[in-house]
């Protein structure tokens, strides 16, 4: 149950539903456990389980439990609080030390019966240790890459009635609408929960309507942008446009990504910033 909650949170900002704030936060969280929980908390988790074959190994087992409580508190702290404090901010990171927390008191309990100097069976924690961060690990890995994908297809095909409403505008007035900012983006939604709305901007004699979602690499974004002339431009820095000149603006290094891609889909691309 552990490691189907930990995956469903890691593709939940790819699935199709209202957008929600936290959905993108959570999936970074999840996925930073299972790169670093694979690395730290597997060969804790298998001397645990050791423990059971052994008489000599039996008779630590508390030590070697809490050794495995200290390996997985520096995880939670390193990664998985560090993490909510980067993507979403201080109050995600608090309620993921709460958290920590009360499972903790939880668990210190139970490890206090492994103080018997008698053998104990080797506890389910350690299996716990040991199996959970590989399976999520694996199934991350299987995951992630078609969520995305399957997210940014499903953001691309919700455009199409808005992208058909820009362009009966331009039939209609004979130029493309100088600004759509409003409040409300009405029906026009991605209908991916970790999309959080379309952005559009007028650009030389077309328009860009951009959208961002998840990307695959830790410290990456991605920006997904439609432009009927195929000319897309997103840029990372604000500063950029105030301060560049439009000579400077063409150049593709200036604006800040390390990558572009076809989207699939005519007149879609995206682009990856670190």
Not at 126 to 154: C, D, K, M, T, W
Request: with cysteine.
């Amino acid at each position: 149950m552990a490691a189907a909650g930990i995956v469903l949170l890691t593709v939940l900002p790819f699935l199709a539903g209202p957008y929600d704030s936290l959905a993108l936060p959570l999936s970074w969280m999840c996925r930073a456990f299972g790169a670093v929980g694979l690395v730290l908390l597997v060969p804790v988790g298998a001397i645990w389980a050791a423990c059971g074959y052994s008489n000599r190994l039996a008779r630590r087992q508390y030590g070697i439990a809490m050794a495995a409580l200290f390996v997985a508190s520096l995880v939670w702290a390193a990664v998985v609080v560090l993490t909510a404090a980067l993507a979403s901010g201080p109050l995600l990171a608090l309620a993921a030390i709460v958290v920590w927390a009360c499972a903790t008191s939880r668990i210190l309990p139970r490890l206090n019966l492994l103080r018997n100097p008698t053998p104990q069976p080797t506890s389910a924690a350690a299996f716990y240790l040991l199996l959970v961060p590989i399976a999520v690990a694996l199934a991350q890995r299987a995951l992630v890459g078609p969520a995305i994908e399957s997210s940014r297809n499903r953001a691309i095909r919700n455009a199409a009635p808005l992208i058909a409403e820009i362009e009966r505008y331009r039939g209609a007035q004979g130029r493309y609408p100088p600004s759509l900012l409003s409040n409300a983006t009405d029906q026009y939604k991605p209908g991916v929960i970790g999309i959080e709305k379309y952005l559009y901007e007028p650009h030389e004699d077309a328009y860009n309507l951009i959208f961002e979602q998840g990307a695959l690499h830790f410290g990456t974004q991605e920006f997904v942008a439609y432009n009927p002339l195929d000319r897309q431009v997103v840029t990372v820095h604000l500063v950029d446009l105030l301060e560049l000149t439009p000579e400077q603006l063409a150049l593709e290094r200036t604006r800040g990504h390390y990558a572009v891609h076809d989207a699939g889909p005519p007149h879609w691309k995206y682009f990856w910033f670190d």
